[in-house]
């Protein structure tokens, strides 16, 4: 199959699963929504962009990424063969965690000042929980 039907046909899928997943609308929503469930370096929204509109495919990492998100299978996604949905997966809580002790403060440092003072305040009632057990 050519790249550049290869590229259409992901964008399909992509805009499908987003679909299904209720997730957000826009480029800058989804690159922002992604780059909060993924490891590497952030996507931007023009990436997301091209994505949708069949001009680039993303690396086999974000595809991953992307699928655990909305809850599909990657091949299916990449690839369109097999079933749409993801098979079942058994996680350790510790999965979700990101390596890099860095992470959550370049996070944090990227937000806006009202989502920094939100973060503060749920994560000092998450503290007062706690402490009560």
Same mark, same amino acid.
């Given at each position: 199959? &050519? !790249?550049?039907?290869?590229?259409?046909?992901?964008?399909?899928? *992509? #805009?499908?699963?987003?679909?299904?997943?209720? +997730? $957000?609308?826009g480029?800058?929503?989804?690159?922002?929504?992604?780059?909060l469930?993924?490891?590497?370096?952030?996507?931007?929204?023009?990436?997301?962009?091209?994505?949708?509109?069949?001009?680039?495919?993303?690396?086999?990492?974000?595809?991953? &990424? !992307?699928?655990?998100?909305?809850?599909?299978?990657?091949?299916? *996604? #990449?690839?369109?063969?097999?079933?749409?949905? +993801? $098979?079942?997966?058994?996680?350790?809580?510790?999965?979700?965690?990101?390596?890099?002790?860095?992470?959550?403060?370049k996070?944090?440092?990227?937000?806006?000042?009202?989502h920094?003072?939100?973060?503060?305040?749920?994560?000092?009632?998450?503290?007062? !929980?706690?402490?009560?057990?």
């Amino acid at each position: 199959m &050519a !790249l550049q039907a290869e590229r259409q046909h992901f964008s399909k899928r *992509l #805009r499908e699963a987003l679909r299904r997943a209720s +997730a $957000a609308d826009g480029t800058a929503a989804i690159a922002r929504e992604f780059n909060l469930r993924y490891q590497g370096q952030p996507v931007t929204a023009q990436a997301v962009g091209k994505w949708l509109a069949g001009r680039a495919l993303p690396s086999q990492d974000k595809i991953r &990424a !992307l699928s655990l998100w909305l809850d599909v299978s990657p091949h299916w *996604l #990449r690839f369109g063969d097999g079933e749409s949905k +993801a $098979a079942p997966v058994v996680r350790q809580a510790t999965a979700t965690y990101r390596v890099d002790p860095q992470w959550p403060a370049k996070k944090y440092e990227a937000l806006s000042e009202a989502h920094k003072k939100m973060v503060v305040e749920v994560l000092l009632a998450l503290l007062k !929980l706690e402490g009560k057990g």
